[in-house]
C-alpha cells in the first residue's frame, strides 16, 4: 500500500519568514495529493491540493509543488502569520481519489511573533 | 450548507463494549470516509462508502465496521473494544472524489 513521510516534524519559524514541508510517497499510482492544516482541538481543513497533472498550485501565501519522478510535493508558506501555527498534515490518494487517503505524521508549525 | 456532523463528540467506554458512531456529510455528498486518529500513529484510513457500498477499506481489525445509509449518513460500529481503540474518529465527506470535509470527530476514551 502507500506510505506517505514528512518531514520535519516540527518547525519553527520567525514571523514573516517562510516555511516549507516536504512529503514523499511511494506508490506512482497516487494522483492526488492534499495538505490539511489542524489547528489545536479542531477538524483538519483542506488548505490546498494538487492532482498528478500540475506541477505546481498557488493560493495567496500557500504553494504546493509535484514532482511526480521523485515521487515528492512540497508546501510552501511565505510570510508566515502566527495565525499559521497549527499542525499540517500531507495526504496521497491512489487512483480511486481522497476517499482513502494516507497521510504522513504531520508537521508541528509554530510562528513566533 | 451546514457542514459535516458527528455524533456524540465525546464517549467513554469500558473495554469488552462495543460503540456506535454517527456522521451525517454535506448535504449532496454521497462518499463518506472515516480516520483514526492517535498521538503515536497519526490518521489512519479506515473505510470509505458510497452510495451505501464500501468503496475501500484500511487495515484495520474485523472489530471496525460501518455503513451508510440511503441519505448517505454513516455509522462507524467498534465491538469488543479495547484500550487501544482510544482515539478520535474523524469522518470526512466528499463531492467528487477529491476535496473531504471532515468533521469535528468524536473523542473514544477506553477504560
Known amino acids: 500500500g502507500e506510505n506517505v513521510e514528512q518531514h520535519p516534524s516540527t518547525l519553527s519559524v520567525q514571523e514573516g519568514d517562510s516555511a516549507v514541508i516536504k512529503c514523499t510517497y511511494s506508490d506512482s499510482a497516487s494522483n492526488y495529493f492534499p495538505w490539511y492544516k489542524q489547528e489545536l482541538g479542531k477538524r483538519p481543513q483542506l488548505i490546498i491540493d494538487i492532482r498528478s497533472n500540475v506541477g505546481e498550485k498557488k493560493d495567496q501565501r500557500i504553494a504546493v509543488t509535484l514532482n511526480k519522478t521523485a515521487k515528492h510535493f512540497s508546501l510552501h508558506i511565505t510570510e508566515t502569520q502566527p495565525e499559521d501555527s497549527a499542525v499540517y498534515f500531507c495526504?496521497?490518494?491512489?487512483?480511486?481519489?481522497?476517499?482513502?487517503?494516507?497521510f504522513g505524521d504531520g508537521t508541528t508549525l509554530t510562528v513566533k511573533p | 450548507k451546514a457542514g459535516v456532523t458527528q455524533t456524540p463528540r465525546y464517549l467513554i467506554k469500558t473495554r469488552g463494549q462495543q460503540v456506535t458512531l454517527s456522521c451525517s456529510p454535506i448535504?449532496?455528498?454521497?462518499?463518506v470516509s472515516w480516520y483514526q486518529q492517535t498521538p503515536g500513529q497519526g490518521l489512519q484510513f479506515l473505510f470509505e462508502y458510497f452510495s451505501e457500498t464500501q468503496r475501500n477499506k484500511g487495515n484495520f481489525p474485523g472489530r471496525f465496521s460501518g455503513r451508510q445509509f440511503s441519505n448517505s449518513r454513516s455509522e462507524m460500529n467498534v465491538s469488543t473494544l479495547e484500550l487501544g481503540d482510544s482515539a478520535l474518529y474523524l469522518c470526512?465527506?466528499?463531492?467528487?472524489?477529491?476535496?473531504?470535509?471532515f468533521g469535528p470527530g468524536t473523542r473514544l476514551t477506553v477504560t
Open positions: 470526512a465527506s466528499s463531492l467528487s472524489r477529491f476535496e473531504q470535509y
Open positions: 495526504a496521497a490518494s491512489e487512483s480511486g481519489g481522497a476517499g482513502k487517503s494516507t
Open positions: 448535504s449532496g455528498h454521497r462518499s
